[in-house]
């Protein structure tokens, strides 16, 4: 094999799909980046079984063929190069140098034959979104998934098509994160689990951009994105999802309208008392027009009062910071609304058409010792 | 204790004299910042014993008094109030509260008794050097010294002067970096040897300024140095320093020029075949108008070409490439000048007028093998 292509385009693709490479693998050759010049196009490939990312790069082909190369090594090269064109030639024993300028690295890889391609995928009907929306939704919800594998379901996220609507939600046992959004086209019934890291990755590699499509195929075990020059394969999560609906109540005591800002910096300073571990609730006072928010930690103690729009009645109530704090990170809004039932039920923050609901477990705490 | 001042001013202070807290220390008075608003100034200090800090901040002091407070609390407290008027105020048992807008925060504090005051200098003779040459001439050598404390007088770095002459010396045994400075007034001779952790903290809290002077005292024990609101205090190092002049030879067999970003960015390219704690040399093979360098590791290996214009006999030599990359990335000239005599003494990268010297020990390899 022997191609010629630019740096930049080289990077860029390596970047790509290096998200797909397994950081720990017992196979060898799924550390590797499949570099496929065998027909007219110059595809790099890389898959850890779970989760494929195949990307086409410009190129010129010298010769045609196929070869596998440590990722680590091989993007760890390409970064390196001057910014120049880079030519890799490779012979019958898969040796392979690559050259650019008068530097010139010789490295043994794998060969193409052994590496796991992506499987085949039927592209029936497509699903389209735009790019900077799929970022949007997936950084609006995926800090809710599990952080552990002690439920498989939880560590992904629900996608639920039903007609033009698309409904991702993510949970963890402490709190749910829900975004509606609405699609341009109108689709058959679809529900499937994405793996988090599938959508994490995704997140990395789309450049975003409100004007270009990402094309979503669904099969009964994988999901397809395909975006630009790139396809992202994923295996899905068997299972049933939690019925979400069961869960959510529209019903509140007290309903409080605040800037976001504030409010979120507020927390974030309380935090700063709490070592990581050590479990101490922020403790929300709602009286009229004011907020008062309190945390008492071994370190020290911090209150705060905060102007709202209050509606019902006054509420004494605990959260965990951090998941107050992940939520008020991602929503876009200037003010935001608080609904609590009572003290041992969730608070929901959601907007007036429920383009997102996060509804967040409150905590027990002593209240005399606060 | 009562003071106001503003969160910036108390911020940037608590900023520096943070670099004087010990990370870990049997003392819990020692991981203190100690508030001194006894007179008519505020003065934030920290002490490791080996090295103190003190910087005087703007404020208002509406009672008097003193406070030692927990650095990491107490400056994650300060980053992270708004930007606004804060108000610290102590009672008879050291309850401190931290006012700022609507947020308020109460830790307790230490009795400002117990803490170890910076020791008096007696100041003498003052040199001054701009705040600039001094940021440079650290960042020029500091990279040098021995990373562990075998010996230790390798982990500090001489300085000498004699005259109108400073000489900033650093080595590890490998190899030795040398920065001449010309000072502006001429001063008795004076020659200390001052720990390299105090010089990176300089470096880090010093503006840079060209314009602004760092007046420096020296004692038979202690190193000052004053800068805008700030002093640094340091303990020496005891001892007799290597002497230098007995290492250094001006004969050479090989001598070339070459670009240095050019020759840089070889290096660091080359290296990446090179895992941490693999001893791999790069070899540098010098001939008429060109060296080639060429690195071989169990990754795969690398060569390339470098144009230079050369004086003297050709050479074969192996370095280690770190030592290379160090000296190039703190040179600011644009092409440097190698003087080399045989594969088995040492290295020169200098300049004509000897502002510095870095000498390099070269390796030994196996020339067959690669």
Do not use: W
């Amino acid at each position: 094999m022997k191609l010629i292509c630019s740096k930049s385009n080289l990077l860029k693709g390596v970047n790509i799909v290096s998200k797909a490479v397994p950081s720990r693998t017992t196979m060898a050759i799924l550390e590797c980046i499949l570099i496929d010049a065998s027909t007219d196009e110059i595809k790099l490939t890389a898959n850890d079984m779970e989760l494929g990312i195949e990307t086409k790069i410009e190129g010129n082909i010298v010769e045609r063929g196929i070869i596998a190369l440590d990722a680590k090594i091989f993007s760890e090269i390409v970064r390196k190069l001057p910014d120049n064109d880079v030519v890799i030639q490779t012979d019958s024993t898969f040796k392979t140098t690559i050259t650019c300028e008068k530097a010139k690295f010789n490295i043994v890889g794998k060969s193409g034959e052994d590496f796991s391609y992506l499987p085949f995928i039927e592209r029936t009907e497509k699903v389209s979104i735009s790019q900077f929306t799929l970022k949007e939704v997936i950084k609006q919800t995926i800090f809710s998934i599990a952080d552990n594998d002690n439920n498989k379901l939880m560590t992904g996220e629900l996608f639920e098509i039903n007609e033009n609507k698309l409904k991702v939600v993510s949970l963890d046992g402490h709190r749910i994160s829900i975004r509606n959004i609405e699609l341009k086209d109108s689709y058959d019934y679809k529900k499937v689990i994405v793996p988090g890291k599938t959508l994490q990755e995704i997140s990395k590699i789309l450049p975003g951009e409100a004007e270009e499509m990402v094309n979503i195929y669904i099969t009964s075990n994988h999901i397809l994105f395909e975006f630009d020059q790139t396809i992202v394969l994923s295996r899905l999560i068997e299972g049933e999802y939690f019925k979400i609906d069961q869960m959510l109540s529209s019903d509140y005591e007290t309903k409080i309208k605040i800037n976001k800002k504030i409010l979120l910096s507020c927390i974030d300073r309380a935090t700063l008392l709490v070592k990581e571990g050590d479990k101490k609730p922020i403790i929300i006072n709602v009286t009229d027009d004011m907020i008062e928010l309190k945390i008492n930690s071994f370190i020290g103690s911090m209150n705060e009062e905060i102007d709202i729009e209050k509606e019902g009645k006054d509420i004494l109530i605990g959260f965990n910071p951090k998941f107050f704090i992940d939520a008020l990170r991602v929503i876009d809004e200037e003010e935001v609304t608080l609904y609590m039932v009572n003290p041992k039920a969730p608070c929901y923050i959601k907007d007036e058409e429920e383009s997102f609901i996060y509804l967040i477990l409150p905590v027990n705490f002593n209240a005399s010792a606060n």
